[in-house]
């Protein structure tokens, strides 16, 4: 009997030392407070309707005993969706930090349409109860409400500044109709989609305010990632086309303009493709005009001119310098029918890169190339000879800097006033807008020298 009770007491002492061992395990000190890996949450500008890639929170405990956070959740949670400790949902009770250790919330934005044209704050806070009281975290991002398209057909139409577009589909224009694009407007295309015109496409940018196409990850992750969207096609119904400042990347194409004959015309000024996986411009059966155009950083050719076609181009850089993948191709490739009786046409241009020869010619009585930089080794320059007049051959132009696509000359350019003035006076003005007869010889490329000393 009397070790009986002995061994009731023991026991009755050993659980009254767990319990108390348990309630003091625990930091209860009202004015501790928890460490947060960052000091608040942002999104890039989200559009409405898309969820958003996913940031992490890292919240410490840095005490010397564990903590017992009773509630964690959102003060609003209308467009913020939480995972805590691996379990999707806004609200989690009684979560157990041990001393030293840490717990991982993951956080997702899904903005709703509002109906407004301008972008528009989202904020929220997330909710920390522990000791009796509340700690606040913020989340505050930017939402911009789109313009979707239920079909995929498109007939005569003005797309506008308003609002940006976001295509999740291939988007056609329909054979007789019109799209123009007034300046400012921005399209942003979803993975494995385009924009096909089988009529007549208008885009009216400016010089303070292009055209934009491109991805719709705005994440900084994906800025001059090429492949991320299909590009723009132009078909055989498709016969008059002009584009003036827009400014399209990273798609797989930048434009693809097929015919099966050749009175289909498309005209570009001051407009800027840039990293596409496979080529720039391409052309088959197409009439092309351009000036001040900039075509850059493509993992095939920067232009493909193919079938028959006339080609006149003035004031432009072709310039690649890919490095994701290995690349053969020239910089810019004539391969016209050896019987076409239309002729390519280049003055004051840069036909530059990485490889040792840039200009690819298969019909050299068509050519006339004046006033250009061009990369090309001896042989090649030999056998095309009669189509150069006044043109450079191999020397670096000195941009300001293209691995940021800042082709802009610096003041040690071979560049600077070697541009044949009859060519530059019928676009008087550069890329940026400036210039080309303020001085006594116009630049050669996009870009006129502006020496900002004097």
């Known amino acids: ?26 930091n209860h000190d009202p004015n501790f407070k928890l460490v947060f890996s960052k000091d608040s949450i942002t999104f890039d500008t989200i559009f409405s309707g898309l969820p958003s ?24 949670g209308n467009n913020y969706q939480l995972n805590i400790n691996g379990i999707n949902g806004n609200i989690s009770n009684e979560i157990e930090i041990a ?20 972008p528009h704050i989202i904020e929220d806070r997330i909710l920390f109860t522990i000791n009796s009281k509340v700690e606040k975290f913020l989340l505050k991002s930017w939402a911009q409400d789109v313009i979707r398209f239920s079909e995929n057909e498109l007939e005569t139409q003005d797309w506008t ?38 009529g007549e496409l208008n885009i009216e940018g400016s010089f303070d305010e292009p055209v934009f196409f491109g991805s719709y990850r705005k994440e900084e992750l994906y800025k001059d990632v090429p492949g991320q969207w299909e590009g723009l096609f132009f078909h055989s119904e498709s016969k008059d086309n002009f584009i003036s400042h827009l400014q399209l990347e990273n798609a797989i194409q930048g434009i693809n303009a097929q015919s099966e004959v050749d009175i289909n015309n498309l005209e570009i000024e001051y407009s800027q493709f840039s990293n596409f996986t496979k080529t720039g411009i391409k052309t088959q059966n197409f009439n092309l005009k351009m000036h001040d155009v900039i075509v850059s ?36 490739s004539y391969l016209e ?118």
């Open 1 to 26: 009997m009397r070790g009986t009770i002995c061994s009731i007491l023991i026991l009755s002492f050993i659980f009254l030392i767990t319990a108390c061992d348990n309630k003091d395990k625990f």
């Open 53 to 76: 890639t996913t940031k992490q929170l890292k919240i410490y405990n840095q005490s010397s005993h564990s903590i017992l956070i009773s509630e964690i959740s959102l003060e609003d």
């Open 99 to 118: 001393s030293k250790d840490s717990l991982y919330i993951f956080i997702q934005l899904n903005a709703v349409d509002i109906d407004q044209n301008a």
């Open 161 to 198: 500044q308003n609002r940006p577009y976001y295509i999740d589909k291939d988007l056609i224009l329909e054979e007789n109709q019109r799209l123009s694009i007034q300046a400012g407007t921005k399209v942003y295309f979803q993975k494995g989609t385009g924009l096909h015109i089988k």
């Open 297 to 332: 950083n493509c993992g095939e050719q920067n232009v493909l001119l193919k079938g028959n076609g006339d080609f006149e181009f003035s004031h432009c850089n072709f310039i690649n310098y890919w490095q994701i993948s290995s690349r053969t191709n020239a910089c810019f």
């Open 337 to 454: 029918n050896e019987t076409s009786a239309k002729s390519l046409k280049i003055y004051n241009s840069i036909i530059f890169g990485s490889n040792s020869n840039e200009l690819d010619v298969n019909n050299i009585n068509n050519i006339e190339i004046k006033n250009s930089l061009i990369k090309l080794d001896n042989e090649k320059q030999n056998i095309f000879s009669s189509g150069f007049e006044n043109c450079i051959f191999n020397t670096d132009p000195k941009f300001i800097n293209r691995h940021k696509h800042n082709y802009n000359l610096n003041k040690n350019s071979i560049l600077i006033d070697k541009a044949k003035l009859d060519f530059a006076t019928f676009f008087p003005l550069d890329f940026n807008g400036n210039s080309r007869l303020s001085d006594t010889s116009p630049d050669i490329g996009c870009f006129e020298f502006i020496n900002e000393d004097e």
